[in-house]
């Protein structure tokens, strides 16, 4: 009974991890024309915030482990190439699709276990990441006219860096790095490294739109501690298949706010992309 509770409450963290990042996604496109990479600095420096008081609360020791900080920077710059392609699909594509290209980022985290980690990759699991490219295809709808095409392809990469980002994440944590920590350093790199671009190109903010900033960040926020409280409750074979019920907050969401309506080729790669990451959720499942 005790098993089963548990696997419940991993179930509605997780979910309500997914409606955290859908709300993040709608309140970046709520802040309008704000650059991206200024978006970025105010969405991560309430999580460095956030971080730094989780640390000190459970007097974790604020420095990575001997041989972890290249690791780390690896993890801190695919994060932060991540977040801006996402921000920058957010600004620029429905929030849904964006949503979408980002939930990529399980299969490439795969490809990317196998090469760097050395893990092994099934034949099926090479199928299904095929078919989850092939499911993407129908939201970028590669046509190559007009600039349609530019942020949906931002978008993919975008998937692509919270991928790379996923396996440097389990390969720390393989070392010994604490959760809270690998946030906090990821957070302050980020913020460091958009600094500059702050400095020198600041666009001045209405009240309105630095509320919205501060309202991603605290979604932000909430989506990665209610993240973290759903894998510590349930392993990610039995619950991670429950990550995409963001594209049905971002759909609808985006319907609601923004009267966003996807088109019928982006409900395919939806449902393409869904099926596969369920398939792959099954294989799991079951070679563990």
């Keep these: 009974m005790i098993k089963i509770n548990k696997k419940y409450m991993g179930i509605l963290f997780i979910i309500l991890s997914a409606f955290c990042f859908a709300l993040m996604n709608v309140f970046v496109r709520l802040a309008g024309d704000v650059p991206t990479i200024q978006k970025s600095f105010f969405r991560n420096l309430i999580s460095l915030i956030f971080a730094f008081i989780v640390l000190q609360r459970n007097h974790i020791p604020m420095g990575w482990n001997k ?14 190439l991540g977040i801006l392609c996402n921000f920058y699909a957010v600004d620029h594509m429905m929030i849904s699709d964006a949503s979408m290209l980002n939930k990529m980022s399980p299969f490439f985290a795969v490809i990317f276990s196998f090469l760097f980690l050395k893990e092994k990759v099934s034949v099926l699991q090479t199928t299904l990441i095929i078919t989850a490219f092939a499911g993407s295809l129908f939201i970028i709808k590669p046509t190559f006219i007009g600039m349609e095409l530019l942020p949906a392809v931002i978008g993919f ?49 209405s009240a309105k739109q630095l509320l919205f900033l501060m309202l ?48 019928m080729y982006s409900f395919i790669g939806y449902f393409v992309i869904i099926f596969a990451a369920v398939a792959m959720f099954i294989y799991n499942k079951k070679k563990t």
């Design 157 to 205: 990469l975008g998937g692509m860096g919270a991928g790379a980002a996923y396996t440097t994440v389990r390969y720390l944590g393989q070392k010994g790095e604490k959760g809270p920590f690998i946030v906090f350093f990821f957070s302050a790199f980020s913020c460091i490294a958009t600094l500059p671009y702050l400095i020198l190109n600041f666009k001045p903010m």
């Design 216 to 263: 991603a960040g605290l979604a932000a926020s909430g989506g990665q501690f209610s993240i973290t409280a759903a894998y510590r409750h349930s392993p990610a074979k039995e619950i991670s298949v429950y990550d995409y019920s963001q594209i049905v907050f971002s759909a609808l969401l985006g319907v609601i706010i923004f009267g966003q309506i996807p088109d």
């Design 67 to 80: 041989g972890n900080l290249k690791f780390h920077i690896i993890r801190a710059t695919c994060g932060t």
